[in-house]
């Protein structure tokens, strides 16, 4: 019998999956593919930011964008507020869409360069009938002045503004129909460091102020830790370590965990870091390893973990993993 979703989760996962075809036969059969998101599960409650790490490569990006039907699940399901959208048609997902938004990483490409920012912010309050035809203009200037945008840049393009600017825009855009979950791929990743500092900062303050719950994906640990209640660690797919921030960062107990945060740089001169060095290439996810998909980095791999996937579970209260070793401890 399958475990009843959890009734206090804004958002559930359970065995989500997403694969894209590589091959197919003059039939239309699908002959070989790619795996991007494999067997992914969590749960986030209302007012918590959950962080998606991982290398590049590694599914974060399409895991986050399944979530919000950009990409049609292969398997698995998502409940999102009680609803189980999995298989949402195109119209059904247009009511859902006014409570869940993205933030693209690349502010440069994700903006249409012919439309002001009065008419970028406008359009989706209208679209979804927010607040009154009279009353679009005002509430686009409020929503500006609250994402640290002027009144004056309503009638300018997106070509006339920073990097740092354009990411507020976005951000603007995402929460212009007041969602209640915002994915933010790599929001920051393209930005200079003191301006990632801001929009963080941003990302925290409306989060507190709009009750807003973030899916956080990105590759920078340092900017994961500060934002982030609990982290989930992705390689080639699959979720291979989930928990509460401090049980990740203090007791990370993955060996691809141990190597991605022995990584950070430490600000203090003085400490030596124990660089865990991991060997060979990222395997290609049209043609994963059999057994344990980290095996043939692995520097602790044994027999059993080239013929066997391990099994994700709870080790400690709300800290899952997925390790053969951790089953002889």
């Known amino acids: 019998m399958a475990k009843p979703f959890d009734p206090e989760a804004i958002l559930e996962v359970r065995h989500l ?14 002959l070989s593919e790619l795996v991007a998101v494999d067997d ?11 962080g998606i790490v991982g290398e590049s490569g590694c599914g974060k990006t399409t895991l986050g964008r399944a979530i919000l039907k950009l990409h049609q699940p292969t398997d698995g399901k998502i409940v999102f507020m009680g609803e189980d959208i999995t298989n949402y048609t195109s119209v059904q997902m247009r009511e859902i869409r006014k409570k869940m938004q993205i933030i693209f990483q690349d502010p440069y490409s994700s903006l249409p360069p012919r439309s002001t920012v009065g008419d970028i912010l406008s359009e989706p309050v209208r679209v979804h009938n927010i607040v009154p035809k009279d009353e679009v203009k005002d509430y686009v200037l409020n929503l500006m002045e609250r994402c640290g945008l002027r009144d004056y840049y309503y009638e300018r393009y997106p ?23 915002v994915i933010c791929d790599e929001p920051v990743s393209a930005l200079d460091v003191s301006i990632q500092a801001q929009i963080i900062n941003l990302l925290k303050e409306l989060q507190r102020d709009m009750n807003l719950t973030y899916v956080f994906i990105s590759h920078d640990l340092s900017v994961v830790k500060f934002i982030s209640d609990r982290i989930g660690v992705m390689y080639l797919g699959s979720m291979v370590e989930f928990g509460n921030k401090k049980d990740i960062f203090d007791n990370p107990i993955h060996p691809y965990t141990k190597a991605l945060f022995s990584a950070i740089p430490n600000p203090n001169p003085d400490v030596k870091m124990e660089r865990i060095q991991l060997s060979g290439d990222i395997p290609s996810p049209a043609n994963p390893p059999k057994g344990c998909r980290f095996h043939t980095r692995c520097p602790y791999a044994k027999e059993i973990c080239k013929h066997i996937p391990p099994e994700y579970k709870e080790y400690e209260e709300g800290h899952f993993a997925a390790c053969h070793l951790l089953n002889e401890e």
């Open 17 to 30: 999956r997403k694969c894209f075809p590589l091959k197919k036969s003059l039939t239309g059969k699908v």
């Open 40 to 50: 992914v599960s969590f749960t986030l409650r209302a007012g918590e930011t959950l």
């Open 159 to 181: 070509h006339e503004f920073s990097g740092g600017q354009r990411q507020r825009i976005c951000i603007a855009r995402a929460l212009s129909v007041n969602p209640s979950l």
